[in-house]
């Protein structure tokens, strides 16, 4: 069976490791209090190169934006952490014949980064990036590709665990993918479709999928 993970906020707490290293960065930099809460702010919701062009401008920087941005690769990924039990629930998954995928929207060098650092990558067939294939999740292309790359079709069925409604679950239902939503606390939001299963965190989602098995 194939399992699909979104990345971010799913399988490692990018929240956490975006503010750890903006933290790091401003102190560096001996910038004000408030920095700390800009680059966390510009940064949350996707992070490019581009975004190092603004607030180079916005922080008063003298660093070129393009070592910028190497700087957050590179501190970003020893920044963050999966979350606790993991990479047990992964190796559990593949000890038991599970096919298992990454697809995640981003750069590639930073999520490539981050997947290495964490000692993630090599639990997956295939790691699709929405910069390397060209489309973003939710499009039904993304999550062929992130299939393709496992070596699997989607026809086949699987199943796909993120913590973003529009992305992950809504991305899933059209690719006809079971979905498993990671809730962190949160509550469905009325008016979208639903997704298969609610759980609080990946750990009990990894659960669920070996239980329906
Ligand atoms: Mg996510």
């Not at 490019?48 to 970003?76: I, K, N, S």
């Not at 047990?88 to 590639?108: H, K, Q, S």
């Not at 990036?129 to 992130?146: D, L």
Request: include cysteine.
């Amino acid at each position: 069976m194939l399992a699909l993970f979104d990345l971010d906020n799913t399988l490692i707490d990018r929240n956490g490791g975006l503010e750890s290293w903006a933290r790091d960065f401003a102190r560096s930099r001996r910038l004000g209090e408030g920095a700390t809460a800009v680059i966390c702010e510009r940064l949350r919701e996707r992070t490019y190169p581009a975004d190092f062009v603004h607030l180079r401008e916005t922080l008063g920087l003298d660093d070129a934006p393009g070592d910028l941005w190497q700087e957050y690769v590179d501190g970003v990924a020893r920044s963050v952490r999966c979350f606790p039990g993991v990479l047990e629930g992964l190796e559990g998954l593949r000890a038991e014949g599970w096919t298992l995928g990454v697809a995640t929207n981003g750069a590639a060098d930073v999520q490539r980064a981050k997947l290495a650092a964490t000692g993630l990558a090599p639990f997956f067939e295939g790691i699709c990036i929405s910069e390397e294939v060209g489309v973003r999740k939710p499009a039904y292309a993304h999550f062929k590709a992130a299939a393709t790359l496992c070596g699997r079709r989607l026809g086949s069925g699987g199943w796909m665990v993120g913590d973003k409604p529009e992305t992950d679950i809504g991305g899933a239902r059209v690719a006809g993918l079971r979905s498993v939503w990671v809730a962190g606390g949160r509550t469905w939001a009325d008016g979208l479709p639903e997704p298969d299963v609610v759980v609080p965190g990946v750990v009990e989602a990894i659960g669920v999928m070996r239980a329906a098995a």
